[in-house]
């Protein structure tokens, strides 16, 4: 496979394959070729970054990131953006910062420089910090959004990697604006080696967030279910229940606007009048009953060859009496 002096760098180069067949890429005066003979498939780069997308299994074109239109993310105008930032924020991952200096723990443990998939990471997530300044792990950030930090843009329905090739995946409030979370994690499943580990951070209570790409939502024990294929490490509430009575009373508030500016100065109080309430998450996070209120759950495994029974998840519950 050729290699060339790209954003996509050199560890990325030997990772990637088509998404379509699977195929061993090239890269070449018009893009990433597939070198199936059967497939023959011409992926495109912009700005140097590989869009490698199946468009026969995905919502998403090729043709979108060639013409920079926003997907996931899109624009505000300057003045929101300072007002935006300037306000309290409604919710707190109580969980995310630890989890995932443990995860970065565990991956060194393991092997000396870790490679680890981050999917929706287009830009740095919650606690993300402690990975990107690990320098022995190498971050392969990927997003169907060209944010700052996009190594690839792909699809999570057809991960565009080779079999076994990461030792870990993040995936972070992302499961809920695929379209089928158990197609996805199966594609977890298949790029991560043997013993990969992989944390999760996924919605239970909060109200549409990514407009058309917002799908679904898991209980714990739903989440669960969906990496039943992992040993445990540890799992439960990364935003409890204050963010989620903040999020509902914001969108009660949302509810009677009809008005983009009406939305934003009725988003702006609300994040004035209810951010106080995600300071109970700390303390409810420990909680069995919040279980059945939390905003979010995590999940940290490791992949396994016996898969989790629905009789052992479901003693497994924790939450009301």
């Known amino acids: 496979?050729?290699?060339?002096?790209?954003?996509?760098?050199?560890?990325?180069?030997?990772?990637?394959?088509c998404p379509i067949c699977r195929g061993d890429l090239e890269l070449t005066e018009q893009g990433w070729q597939?070198?199936?003979?059967?497939?023959?498939?011409?992926?495109?780069t912009v700005d140097g970054v590989p869009i490698l997308l199946n468009?026969?299994?995905?919502v998403f074109e090729a043709a979108t990131f060639l013409d920079r239109q926003p997907t996931f993310f899109k624009p505000r105008g300057r003045v929101r953006a300072l007002f935006s930032d300037w306000l309290p924020t409604i919710d707190r991952n109580v969980a995310a910062r630890r989890?995932?200096?443990?995860?970065?723990?565990?991956?060194?443990?393991d092997c000396l420089q870790p490679t680890v998939l981050v999917l929706g990471g287009g830009i740095l997530?919650?606690?993300m910090e402690v990975m990107a300044r690990e320098q022995r792990v190498d971050l392969i950030e990927t997003d169907v959004s060209l944010g700052p930090r996009t190594r690839v843009i792909c699809d999570a329905h057809d991960l565009p990697f080779a079999d076994a090739c990461f030792d870990a995946v993040i995936v972070q409030a992302t499961l809920e604006h695929v379209v089928d979370p158990v197609e996805c994690v199966a594609e977890i499943e298949r790029v991560l080696k043997p013993n990969g580990l992989v944390y999760a951070d996924t919605p239970f209570m909060q109200q549409v967030h990514g407009r058309e790409y917002d799908f679904t939502r898991f209980t714990r024990l739903g989440h669960r279910r969906l990496f039943r294929n992992f040993a445990e490490v540890e799992s439960g509430i990364s935003v409890g229940p204050g963010t989620a009575l903040a999020w509902s009373l914001r969108y009660f508030l949302l509810s009677f606007c009809r008005s983009r500016a009406a939305r934003g100065i009725a988003s702006g109080?609300?994040?004035?009048?209810?951010?106080?309430?995600?300071?109970?998450d700390r303390h409810l996070a420990g909680k069995p009953g919040a279980c059945d209120?939390?905003?979010a759950f995590y999940f940290l495994g490791r992949k396994t060859n016996a898969a989790l029974s629905d009789r052992d998840l479901i003693a497994g519950y924790r939450g009301g009496f």
């Open 99 to 109: 989890v995932l200096s443990r995860l970065r723990e565990m991956l060194l443990e």
């Open 34 to 44: 597939c070198q199936n003979v059967v497939c023959g498939e011409i992926h495109a």
């Open 125 to 127: 997530g919650e606690g």
């Open 293 to 295: 209120a939390a905003s």
């Open 55 to 58: 468009e026969r299994n995905s």
């Open 1 to 17: 496979m050729a290699i060339a002096e790209t954003t996509t760098g050199g560890v990325l180069c030997e990772l990637i394959r």
């Open 269 to 280: 109080l609300a994040r004035l009048a209810f951010s106080w309430l995600k300071t109970f």
